[in-house]
T-cell receptor
Framework: AQKVTQAQTEISVVEKEDVTLDCVYE???????LFWYKQPPSGELVFLIR??????QNEISGRYSWNFQKSTSSFNFTITASQVVDSAVYFCALSESGNTPLVFGKGTRLSVIA | NAGVTQTPKFQVLKTGQSMTLQCAQDMNHEYMSWYRQDPGMGLRLIHY???????DQGEVPNGYNVSRSTTEDFPLRLLSAAPSQTSVYFCASRRGQGPGGELFFGEGSRLTVL
């Protein structure tokens, strides 16, 4: 069965520091999809990125970057030069092929201190 | 475009009472799902549906019923509320039946069972 592990429960950094959020996944499928969502203090869930299992290219979007490594079953998320507005809970998620639902990790709470 | 709409946003129930959390989407999405969010537990799937007339259980289905009579609506019913069902509930939808699409979330419904 699919599983997502986010070992870091809480992380606290000072503004402008870089921070990496870890995500390790388990699946027996060769076709699968990985996601990151952000939940700011206001509570809504915001989609950040989707990556399929056939695309191992890293992605950068502004201060955000994602490192997908099939060899270690990891899909880590790095925020460069963190800002207070980055404070949120971040969820990594996985869905396998077919009509399968999205399974979430337990989330990492990031606090960025000014 | 309203997206995914959940009602009510807040509800307080007494143990044993019943209620329905409503979820409607106006994006003509085939796939809909319900999650609950509890501290330290991430988002756990309750039930999901890949189309009208089709529903399936997720990780934590006990105590909840669903039906999908239309593409737009996916209500979640609590037949006899228990304090363990105190949680924040999120409805989500995505285009198509396949797993690769982005999930669009409602704003959440906070339920307290006394």
């Amino acid at each position: 069965a699919q599983k997502v592990t986010q070992a870091q429960t809480e992380i606290s950094v000072v503004e402008k520091e870089d921070v990496t959020l870890d995500c390790v996944y388990e699946t027996r499928d060769t076709t699968y999809y990985l996601f990151w969502y952000k939940q700011p203090p206001s509570g809504e869930l915001v989609f950040l990125i989707r990556r399929n299992s056939f695309d191992e290219q890293n992605e950068i979007s502004g201060r955000y970057s994602w490192n997908f490594q099939k060899s270690t079953s990891s899909f880590n998320f790095t925020i460069t030069a963190s800002q207070v507005v980055d404070s949120a809970v971040y969820f990594c998620a996985l869905s396998e092929s077919g009509n399968t639902p999205l399974v979430f990790g337990k989330g990492t709470r990031l606090s960025v201190i000014a | 475009n309203a997206g995914v709409t959940q009602t009510p946003k807040f509800q307080v129930l007494k143990t044993g009472q019943s209620m329905t959390l409503q979820c409607a989407q106006d994006m003509n999405h085939e796939y809909m799902s319900w999650y609950r969010q509890d501290p330290g537990m991430g988002l756990r799937l309750i039930h999901y549906s890949v189309g009208a007339g089709i529903t399936d259980q997720g990780e934590v289905p006990n105590g909840y019923n669903v039906s999908r009579s239309t593409t737009e609506d996916f209500p979640l019913r609590l037949l006899s509320a228990a304090p363990s069902q105190t949680s924040v509930y999120f409805c989500a939808s995505r285009r198509g039946q396949g797993p690769g699409g982005e999930l669009f979330f409602g704003e959440g419904s906070r339920l307290t069972v006394l």
